[in-house]
């Protein structure tokens, strides 16, 4: 009954071939859930697979539904005892779709492949994998110590890849059933492979269309060119008005007020890396006066993901009639996301843009969330994970991409710590997803200690 031991128990899970028949079997099961068809595999995931898994484990299953979810939740829970500290898990088994017939070799996204080095197939490490690891070493701190010596609830969707619908709506109308102190929680990318990685939370996303309608249909360059405006030229440089050419953010009510300084030091740790196969970062490129951690986790940017005006395959001679640009600011807490439209319309105004038409875009906001690096639970945390791997972890006050965090940071009311089990390189929404073996077992060695503290009782004080 010794940590060592729960250590031990979690690598042998590896060793011995138990946890890659575990990634195998739900790896089969094609949940996509942007795929209409695969309804009853979302549903079986959870009934079939998932259930029997965490009711082995002695926790007690219930299948929750919401009209605005396509598909059903998981909510298991154990409590051993309503005075010790409860952890909320949570995991979503739905992916995105296989890309049958785009992978190398012809390796088959619904067959675990261990080739080599490297374990691939759809889900892997988003997200099966990781809530699979994370469930594997609760499995090993029970058999160890015959008990986990804290309380968890562990959530599972199935529709994260299609926006969460209906997670935040039962969370506002079912809270106590999620009543935790701290999420625990694996998704996304550590740093790089080799260094644990913490984050504490994700920036938010905020699609906008930019938009001119000048006229109906184009006019004939030669007879009109210089007569009439051009919407591409004039969105162009009204874009320009909004973001320098090096990516600098010139409105400054679309910026948090200022970075905190516990976010600095974090950051003043951490180095974002170019990996194999991965675009070179570009220094010159982003908010001036701040490192590459600080623009990426720290900062705000505005980018344009598309711009359209005429037709680009089949140009003809005419002036378009529109131009329209979907446009996004990642942001992180410190933003008034309420405020980026009417800041971006008065300051379009001043500089004589009025045609240009400013709006939201169909697409979901996510909501900016960070933990303090500073608060007690994180260190508590990083220190369980070096004395495990004897490495310093990496702490991210947040990723650099979107979450659902803001249900279990906002809604619930919770710190969030999140352990992840992949890498940037990881091919994750795309054919050949991966994950490097080494990381697999250290990671299972690392969550067993994370849960073994737990149940030692050294984690910050709570309150009741």
Request: proline content about 5%; some cysteine.
């Given at each position: 009954?010794?940590?060592?031991?729960?250590?031990?128990?979690?690598?042998?899970?590896?060793?011995?071939?138990?946890?890659?028949?575990?990634?195998?079997?739900?790896?089969?099961?094609?949940?996509?859930?942007?795929?209409?068809?695969?309804?009853?595999?979302?549903?079986?995931?959870?009934?079939?697979?998932?259930?029997?898994?965490?009711?082995?484990?002695?926790?007690?299953?219930?299948?929750?539904?919401?009209?605005?979810?396509?598909?059903?939740?998981?909510?298991?829970?154990?409590?051993?005892?309503?005075?010790?500290?409860?952890?909320?898990?949570?995991?979503?088994?739905?992916?995105?779709?296989?890309?049958?017939?785009?992978?190398?070799?012809?390796?088959?996204?619904?067959?675990?492949?261990?080739?080599?080095?490297?374990?691939?197939?759809?889900?892997?490490?988003?997200?099966?994998?990781?809530?699979?690891?994370?469930?594997?070493?609760?499995?090993?701190?029970?058999?160890?110590?015959?008990?986990?010596?804290?309380?968890?609830?562990?959530?599972?969707?199935?529709?994260?890849?299609?926006?969460?619908?209906?997670?935040?709506?039962?969370?506002?109308?079912?809270?106590?059933?999620?009543?935790?102190?701290?999420?625990?929680?694996?998704?996304?990318?550590?740093?790089?492979?080799?260094?644990?990685?913490?984050?504490?939370?994700?920036?938010?996303?905020?699609?906008?269309?930019?938009?001119?309608?000048?006229?109906?249909?184009?006019?004939?360059?030669?007879?009109?060119?210089?007569?009439?405006?051009?919407?591409?030229?004039?969105?162009?440089?009204?874009i320009a008005t909004i973001v320098g050419p090096k990516g600098e953010v010139r409105v400054h009510e679309l910026l948090p007020k200022e970075m905190p300084a516990s976010v600095k030091r974090a950051l003043a740790d951490v180095e974002p890396v170019s990996g194999p196969g991965d675009p070179e970062i570009e220094p010159w490129w982003g908010e001036p006066g701040f490192s590459a951690a600080e623009k990426l986790y720290g900062w705000n940017t505005f980018e344009v993901l598309a711009f359209g005006s005429g037709n680009a395959d089949k140009p003809v001679n005419a002036v378009p009639p529109s131009a329209i640009a979907r446009c996004q600011i990642r942001f992180v807490v410190g933003s008034d996301p309420a405020g980026f439209i009417p800041a971006i319309r008065r300051h379009l105004d001043h500089h004589g843009f009025s045609d240009v038409v400013v709006a939201p875009s169909r697409d979901a906001m996510f909501h900016a969330t960070r933990t303090d690096p500073d608060h007690p639970w994180v260190r508590w945390a990083a220190a369980s994970v070096e004395q495990t791997t004897g490495i310093k972890p990496a702490v991210l006050p947040n990723a650099g991409g979107s979450l659902p965090n803001d249900v279990f940071a906002d809604i619930l009311g919770m710190p969030t710590i999140w352990v992840p089990h992949s890498y940037p390189g990881c091919s994750q929404h795309a054919p050949n997803e991966h994950v490097p073996v080494a990381l697999l077992r250290q990671a299972m060695a690392m969550m067993a200690g994370l849960y073994w503290d737990l149940g030692e009782g050294t984690h910050p004080k709570v309150a009741r």
């Open positions: 009954m010794t940590r060592a031991a729960a250590i031990s128990a979690a690598e042998k899970t590896f060793d011995d071939g138990r946890l890659k028949a575990i990634f195998a079997r739900r790896i089969a099961i094609p949940t996509e859930s942007q795929n209409p068809d695969r309804g009853p595999d979302l549903a079986r995931y959870l009934t079939e697979e998932m259930q029997p898994c965490l009711e082995a484990l002695g926790f007690t299953c219930t299948i929750l539904t919401h009209p605005k979810a396509k598909a059903p939740f998981l909510l298991a829970e154990r409590i051993e005892d309503p005075a010790l500290v409860t952890v909320l898990g949570y995991g979503h088994g739905d992916v995105i779709r296989g890309l049958e017939g785009q992978w190398k070799d012809g390796r088959d996204p619904w067959t675990l492949d261990d080739t080599g080095t490297r374990w691939y197939g759809r889900g892997v490490v988003d997200n099966k994998g990781q809530h699979t690891i994370n469930i594997e070493a609760l499995r090993c701190v029970l058999e160890t110590r015959g008990k986990l010596g804290f309380n968890v609830r562990y959530l599972i969707e199935m529709g994260e890849e299609v926006g969460s619908a209906g997670l935040h709506d039962l969370a506002r109308d079912h809270a106590g059933l999620f009543k935790a102190d701290i999420l625990i929680a694996s998704d996304g990318p550590r740093l790089v492979a080799e260094r644990p990685t913490l984050y504490l939370g994700s920036r938010g996303g905020a699609s906008i269309d930019l938009s001119i309608n000048a006229r109906e249909g184009g006019h004939h360059s030669g007879n009109w060119g210089g007569l009439l405006s051009n919407p591409a030229i004039r969105l162009a440089h009204a």
